[in-house]
C-alpha cells in the first residue's frame, strides 16, 4: 500500500518554521499522514542569516520524545535540509556523521552571494541570468553535493513568476536534463513539493514537464513534500502531486529509513 507520507516539513528548529514538531505531528495525524519527515535546515552559507542556527543535539532529543508521544500512530523521520552542501562538504561530514539520519534533502539557497528570495530580489534581478546561476549552482550540488533528495529544482519560479510571468523549463532543457542526468547516476532522487500551488499562477516544484524528463531519462527516486514551515501546509496538495507523478510516467515513491531507500508502487 501506497504510504500516505510527507518529506519535507519544518519545525522550530528551522530559523524560518514556528512550529514546534509535536504541533506538525499532530496537524500530520489530523492529515491523515503515516509518515514524515523533519527536514529542518542547515544554511551553511556565511551569509545566511543566521547561519549557525541548527542544533542537531536539540533537534534529535526533540524527535526522539516526539518519536514516543506519536509511537504507533505516526512515523517520525530524522531528515535534514542541507543548503549549498557541495560548496561546503567540510561543514556536512561532520554534522551528518555524528547522527543517524533517515533522509537528506540537498538545496541551492544561493546564487553566488544572492539569496533569489523576496519581492526586492525579484525587482531587481532579471529573469534568465536568475535561472541560468540557479541551474549552474544546480548543477554542480547534483554533481558532488552530499543529499538523497533534490529539493524544489526549479525553486526561483515561486517567487518569481509574480514579476517575471510564467516560467517555462524548455528555456533551460539543457541544464535541466545535465542536472537530472547527474542525479540518476549518483542514485539520487527528486521530490515534487507542492509549496508552489500555494502561489498563484505557479506549479509544483519541480514544473510537470522536467518530472517527464527524470521518468524519460531513467529516474525512479521520488519523494513528495509540502515544504510546510507552519502546521497549516502540512500534507497540503499530497493528492495532486500523486496525479501529477503518475502523468509524468513515474512508477515509484520513495521512503528512507537510515538512508536507505524503499520504493512503493504508484
Known amino acids: 500500500m501506497l504510504p500516505r507520507a510527507d518529506y519535507h516539513m519544518h519545525s522550530e528548529f528551522s530559523p524560518d518554521a514556528r512550529s514546534t514538531m509535536e504541533n506538525m505531528g499532530a496537524r500530520a495525524l489530523a492529515q491523515g499522514l503515516e ?8 544554511d551553511i552559507h556565511p551569509l545566511d542569516n543566521p547561519s549557525d542556527f541548527y542544533r542537531p543535539d536539540a533537534y534529535f532529543a526533540e524527535l526522539a520524545r516526539c518519536q514516543k508521544v506519536f509511537a504507533g500512530r505516526l512515523t517520525i523521520r530524522a531528515g535534514i535540509e542541507i543548503g549549498e552542501s557541495h560548496r561546503y562538504p567540510e561543514r556536512v561530514r561532520p554534522v551528518l556523521g555524528a547522527h543517524r539520519y533517515d533522509f537528506v534533502l540537498g538545496s541551492v539557497h544561493w546564487i553566488g552571494d544572492e539569496m533569489p528570495f523576496g519581492n526586492q530580489y525579484f525587482a531587481t534581478h532579471e529573469k534568465h541570468p536568475t535561472f541560468a546561476g540557479y ?56 521530490e515534487i513539493n507542492t509549496s508552489g500551488w500555494r502561489r498563484p499562477n505557479v506549479e509544483c516544484c519541480p514544473d510537470p514537464l522536467i518530472l517527464a524528463w527524470y521518468h524519460e531519462l531513467g529516474g525512479e527516486v521520488l519523494t513528495i513534500g509540502s515544504d510546510a514551515h507552519g502546521p497549516e501546509h502540512v500534507a497540503l496538495f499530497r493528492e495532486r502531486a500523486l496525479d501529477v507523478a503518475r502523468a509524468a510516467g513515474l512508477r515509484w515513491l520513495t521512503t528512507f529509513t537510515e538512508r536507505r531507500a524503499t520504493q512503493h508502487p504508484l
Open 35 to 42: 509518515e514524515i519527515a523533519f527536514t529542518d535546515h542547515l
Open 135 to 190: 541551474f549552474g549552482e544546480m548543477v554542480e550540488m547534483a554533481a558532488s553535493g552530499e543529499f538523497d533528495v533534490v529539493a524544489h529544482l526549479d525553486m526561483p519560479k515561486r517567487e518569481g513568476t509574480a514579476v517575471w510571468g510564467p516560467f517555462d523549463p524548455r528555456a533551460y532543457g539543457d541544464e535541466i536534463r545535465q542536472i537530472l542526468r547527474r542525479l540518476i547516476d549518483r542514485g539520487k532522487g527528486i
